[in-house]
């Protein structure tokens, strides 16, 4: 998994992931254009959206929508439901038996706050979900968050923050934290 980043948006690296991220929204139309029942198909494009094969007994029902693949890391087992996004950037790992309901959002790039900076950098930190984790419907799972073992994240949260193992996390409360 990689550690937090900062990339200048004018740079050679963003040009390349910027490359990427076109390549691979090709790829997640073409999913999500075939059959439901077209498994060879699925197979295929996973493997090219990922860079490897999809790992035994993992479940995606399409549509399924990624901006890179390759920093994705899906263990066996893993259920991700309908319509759910990866922006997995700076990478998402996703330990073995992890449910994740419909619509939920991973994002794990962003940009400074500063509005000068904003314009400038992609800031990003990796987001690592531990094994029988469940995610409800609609949740989103912001950069740098670690969720434990056996968690369950409600639907419709929003996780900025560390879920501890054997936890329940509610709420999608936004309030002012500071002004400028």
């Known amino acids: 998994m990689s550690s937090d980043?900062?990339?200048r948006i004018h740079s050679a690296?963003?040009?390349?992931?910027?490359?990427?991220?076109?390549?691979?929204?090709?790829l997640t139309s073409r999913l999500n254009a075939l059959p439901f029942d077209d498994e060879a198909g699925k197979a295929a494009?996973?493997?090219?959206?990922?860079?490897?094969?999809?790992?035994?007994?993992?479940?995606?029902?399409?549509?399924?929508?990624?901006d890179h693949g390759l920093r994705?890391?899906?263990?066996?087992?893993?259920?991700?439901?309908?319509?759910?996004?990866?922006?997995?950037?700076?990478?998402?790992?996703?330990?073995?038996?992890?449910?994740?309901?419909?619509?939920?959002?991973?994002?794990?790039?962003?940009?400074?706050?500063?509005p000068e900076e904003r314009r400038l950098y992609l800031t990003g930190a990796p987001i690592d979900v531990a094994e029988n984790v469940w995610i409800g419907a609609g949740a989103t799972i912001l950069p740098g968050v670690s969720i434990g073992r056996d968690a369950v994240v409600a639907a419709g949260a929003v996780v900025a923050d560390d879920v501890p193992p054997a936890t329940l996390v509610t709420g999608a409360k936004a309030s002012v934290y500071r002004q400028w």
């Open 5 to 7: 980043r900062l990339m």
């Open 13 to 26: 690296e963003f040009q390349a992931m910027a490359e990427r991220v076109l390549q691979v929204t090709g």
């Open 45 to 66: 494009l996973f493997e090219q959206i990922l860079g490897k094969p999809l790992p035994p007994k993992v479940t995606i029902y399409p549509p399924f929508y990624t």
């Open 72 to 114: 994705l890391d899906l263990a066996e087992r893993v259920f991700i439901n309908q319509n759910c996004t990866f922006l997995d950037y700076a990478g998402i790992r996703l330990g073995e038996r992890v449910m994740i309901g419909p619509k939920a959002t991973f994002i794990t790039g962003g940009h400074p706050v500063d």
